[in-house]
Nanobody, 121 residues
Framework: QVRLVESGGGLVQAGDSLSLSCAASGRTLAMGWFRQAPGKEREFVATINMRAGSTLYADSVKGRFTVSRDNAKNTEYLQMDSLKPEDTAVYYC?????????????????WGQGTQVTVSS
């Protein structure tokens, strides 16, 4: 069982930047970020292959968010730039025991507790 611990998040203004991190207690082959706004379903944000470093982004964040990893620390990061009010959500870290970039939440084996990101206009 792998435990995921997120950090970062908070309240920022539109146009600001924010960084999230997620530390895994063990090695995983792929990690990702999802988010869930009030009254909406959880949606895919970004994912990264921990070995190859390849990435995939949702269209809504492409060009503004960057996912990266540090294999030595079993940690992934999400750098969020040019934040918009519609980015407001609880952000969840996720991890898979299989390689490959996946966008569906059901394809992830482990989940973090979530961290709130609020962007004011």
């Amino acid at each position: 069982q792998v435990r995921l611990v997120e950090s970062g998040g908070g309240l920022v203004q539109a146009g600001d930047s924010l960084s999230l991190s997620c530390a895994a207690s063990g090695r995983t082959l792929a990690m990702g970020w999802f988010r869930q706004a009030p009254g909406k379903e959880r949606e895919f944000v970004a994912t990264i292959n921990m070995r190859a470093g390849s990435t995939l982004y949702a269209d809504s964040v492409k060009g503004r968010f960057t996912v990266s990893r540090d294999n030595a620390k079993n940690t992934e990061y999400l750098q969020m730039d040019s934040l918009k009010p519609e980015d407001t959500a609880v952000y969840y870290c996720a991890a898979r025991n299989q390689p490959g970039l996946r966008v569906q939440a059901v394809q992830y084996d482990y989940w973090g507790q979530g961290t709130q990101v609020t962007v004011s206009s």
